[in-house]
């Protein structure tokens, strides 16, 4: 069993004394009890991967890229060029 030092803003706090008050349960079982509900909350969310969000993105047919894959020197050399006027 671990042992935790957490630290609390007042209102926090102030939740934490008055649902030990009205459940009668200890301070530790109220926190054992919060993390236990948001880890099911999470699992039935489903957790959120950053793949999961770039799927979501429509970046349309060929994203953002400024040229093929087999054309990148020679984009990256034009995209300086414009940039710098030179």
């Known amino acids: 069993m671990g042992i935790r030092t957490v630290r609390l803003d007042e209102d926090a706090e102030a939740m934490l004394a008055t649902l030990q008050k009205s459940t009668g349960m200890s301070i530790s079982e109220v926190l054992k009890q919060g993390i236990k509900a948001c880890h099911q909350r999470s699992h ?9 969000i770039y799927k979501r ?13 087999s054309d990148a020197k020679r984009a990256v050399r034009e995209a300086v060029r414009r940039k710098h006027g030179r």
Do not use: K, N
Request: overall charge negative.
């Open 44 to 52: 039935e969310e489903g957790a959120t991967h950053p793949y999961d």
């Open 57 to 69: 993105i429509d970046l349309g047919e060929g994203g953002w890229a400024l040229a093929p894959s």
